[in-house]
Nanobody
């Protein structure tokens, strides 16, 4: 399984970015997916998860109301729309996938495959 995250960059506070994660190597539509981030000196933090069909989503408190996770199974791509960005959102953002098609959760250990990360920097 290969995951390729993209879409990061430098944005001013209050701005928006949409991250993408292109998946390959297995049937994308059979598996839940997740987004995490990691700021310098901090642990990897769960942001959002989405079920295989996209019908169910779950967000961390830090993401609720500002971030939206979605997926396009026809394109094998996961998205994270981020609005009203704040300087504290600065981090490397990772997409992740579990090994099992019955697994999805909020802990990093529940995911087995990770993208390379994309840097998001929010200036004040």
């Amino acid at each position: 399984v290969q995951l390729q995250a993209s879409g990061g960059g430098l944005v001013q506070a209050g701005g928006s970015l949409r991250l993408s994660c292109a998946a390959s190597g297995r049937t994308f539509s059979s598996y839940a997916m997740g987004w995490f981030r990691q700021a310098p000196g901090k642990e990897r933090e769960f942001l959002a998860a989405i079920s295989w069909s996209g019908s169910s989503t779950y967000y961390a408190d830090s993401a609720k109301g500002r971030f939206t996770v979605s997926r396009d199974n026809a394109k094998s791509t996961l998205y994270l729309q981020m609005n009203n960005l704040k300087p504290e959102d600065t981090a490397v953002y990772y997409c992740a996938a579990p090994f099992s098609d019955t697994s999805w959760g909020i802990e990093a250990y529940e995911y087995d495959y990770w993208g390379q990360g994309t840097q998001v920097t929010v200036s004040s």
